[in-house]
């Protein structure tokens, strides 16, 4: 008899008030494999691992765990079983260390010396190759070794099936290299991993097998060596994705957007110009101040110096409702930080920043909450964003449509610029070619758009001209189709390899 896949979900059905989540879902997951989930936003893949790892019991189906059939009722079960979870954000202590937080809650860990904890978590990184100093603090760690952190987390209680929900999006691409090398090593030590991403180059790399869901049922298993880019979306999306599009040609107009030795945070000094009618493109690594100029444009940090004009006007130092009137419209990095309030419905989302507009309010602050609802269906509708209805709170949106819904509401205002930092984080691909006609639209328009992007493919997709970001400065400017080496050495701080323009 041949050993039993390490988890089977068979027929797994999960419901939300108005939604089937997961609809008689059934999976394998064996010892050894890279399992891929891919699938549209909202299609139920980080449902299904989520009542895997017990946080949400299923509504109908069973799991099976080395051939017996059990039920998880948490996630102190799923561990115990030898399942683990590393969410997107991350839940590790600040202050402590790293071999703190690695051990942290572990019976007896109040115990042990701090010399002995490092020891001990030093020797379970060698193992796996994983490069990190158990005992730096992890405020000081970088995305990526926070990542790293989390995985080791689970290891050091034993899992045998680790479930990484979008590991890469916050990554950069040599953190990804390294998180690769990763998962390689434990494939080989018989670990399972579970790999949820949107990013299909990436999962055709690393799986073994993937699985595609479409609202909430399994519509396709493959391979990726019987699979394509193409085949995969199409299957996750149902209808064929285009990966470039045309971009509108358009008379490059008058400059829009003044930007002149920006200072604070990390930004160094900082010039940049956006004309009508004009995409210019941000490219670099994150955490070169690609937050602080965002932030700055809208007014929601200080600066230390410099200047920020729109249409000739000045703008530091005004506050950002009075920057958004003076029609900067705003796609924040962060959508759960900056860009929703979570725990409010879909349709004050809809308004947000603009609920004192005469259209939306009548003098004294009484909201015209019908037209207000209005304004929200016709969003939804028009942006496609899958919820239930416009009364659900943005927190039970998955984390595509949630995206959607900041991209609807900021492109209603009519902007004059439009800021975009990381606009497609976390959507799928038919998601990703939406969002980006509607900024090549805004160009059509006559509209300058200031892109920020660590994705370099998007960069290129939409830019009439590119610049580089290194150390809160602009390294060079790039012709659209400037060499991707070109770009990168810029992207380096290499500021000699650049052309001005
Ligand atoms: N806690 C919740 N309450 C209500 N509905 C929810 C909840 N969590 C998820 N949903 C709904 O279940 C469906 C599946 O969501 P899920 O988050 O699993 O999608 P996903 O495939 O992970 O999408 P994404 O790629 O955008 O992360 C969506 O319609 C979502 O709105
Ligand atoms: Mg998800």
New binding site residues.
């Given amino acids: 008899m041949s050993t039993p896949p390490l988890v089977v979900m068979r027929g797994v059905t999960k419901r939300?008030?108005g939604?089937v989540?997961n609809d008689d879902v059934s999976i394998e997951l064996r010892a050894g494999e890279v399992h891929a989930l891919v699938?549209?936003?909202?299609?139920?893949?980080?449902?299904?691992m989520r009542v895997l790892y017990g946080i949400y019991p299923p509504d109908g189906g069973s799991i099976e765990v080395r051939g017996r059939e059990v039920r998880i009722h948490s996630p102190r079960d799923a561990i115990a079983r030898g399942i683990g979870m590393v969410h997107q954000h991350f839940v590790l202590v600040d202050p402590f260390t790293v071999a703190e937080n690695v051990i942290l809650g572990q019976e007896g860990s109040q115990l042990l010396h701090p010399d002995e904890a490092n020891r001990r978590v030093a020797e379970l990184a060698d193992m796996y190759g994983f490069q990190i100093d158990p005992s730096a603090r992890v405020e000081q760690l970088s995305v990526g070794e926070e990542q790293r952190v989390e995985i080791l987390k689970a290891l050091y209680r034993g899992v045998d099936l680790l479930i990484l929900?979008?590991p890469t999006a916050v990554l950069t691409p040599p953190e990804t290299s390294a998180l690769f090398a990763n998962l390689r090593r434990l494939r080989e030590t018989g670990k399972t991993i579970v790999f949820?991403s949107?990013k299909l180059d990436e999962v055709l790399e690393i799986a073994d097998h993937i699985t595609v869901?479409r609202r909430?049922k399994v519509v396709g298993a493959t391979k990726p060596a019987e699979t394509s880019k193409a085949k995969l979306a199409e299957m996750m999306v149902g209808r064929p994705v285009l990966f470039r599009l045309e971009k509108p040609k358009t008379k490059i107009g008058e400059a829009v957007l003044q930007l002149e030795g920006l200072r604070g945070g990390r930004l160094r000094g900082l010039d940049l110009e956006v004309r009508a009618g004009e995409i210019v493109g941000v490219a670099g690594v994150e955490g070169n101040g690609q937050r602080d100029l965002a932030d700055a444009i809208m007014g929601l940090r200080p600066l230390e110096g410099g200047h920020i004009v729109l249409d000739g006007r000045e703008l530091t130092s005004i506050s950002t409702s009075e920057i958004r009137n003076a029609g900067i419209a705003f796609i924040p990095e962060d959508r759960q930080d900056q860009g929703l309030v979570l725990d409010m419905s879909l349709w004050e989302n809809g308004v947000l920043g603009r609920q004192d507009d005469e259209d939306f309010s009548r003098r004294g602050g009484i909201l015209l909450i019908k037209r207000i609802k209005q304004l929200a269906v016709r969003l939804l509708q028009e942006f496609d964003i899958?919820?239930r209805s416009i009364e659900?709170s943005a927190?039970?949106?998955?984390?595509?449509?949630q995206q959607k819904l900041i991209l609807a509401r900021e492109l209603e205002t009519d902007p004059r610029l439009l800021l975009a930092a990381q606009p497609t984080r976390?959507l799928?691909v038919g998601a990703i070619e939406f969002v980006w006609s509607e900024i090549l639209e805004q160009k059509a328009a006559g509209r300058a758009v200031l892109l920020i992007s660590a994705e370099l493919d998007e960069i290129y997709a939409l830019s009439d001209r590119i610049v580089t970001l290194y150390e809160g400065r602009i390294t060079g400017a790039y012709a659209p189709d400037a060499p991707a080496e070109e770009v990168g050495r810029g992207m380096l701080g290499d500021v000699a390899a650049t052309k001005a323009g």
């Fill in positions: 939300f008030p939604v989540a699938g549209e936003n909202g299609a139920g893949k980080s449902t299904l929900d979008e949820i949107h869901l909430g899958r919820a659900t927190r039970t949106l998955s984390g595509g449509n976390g799928d």
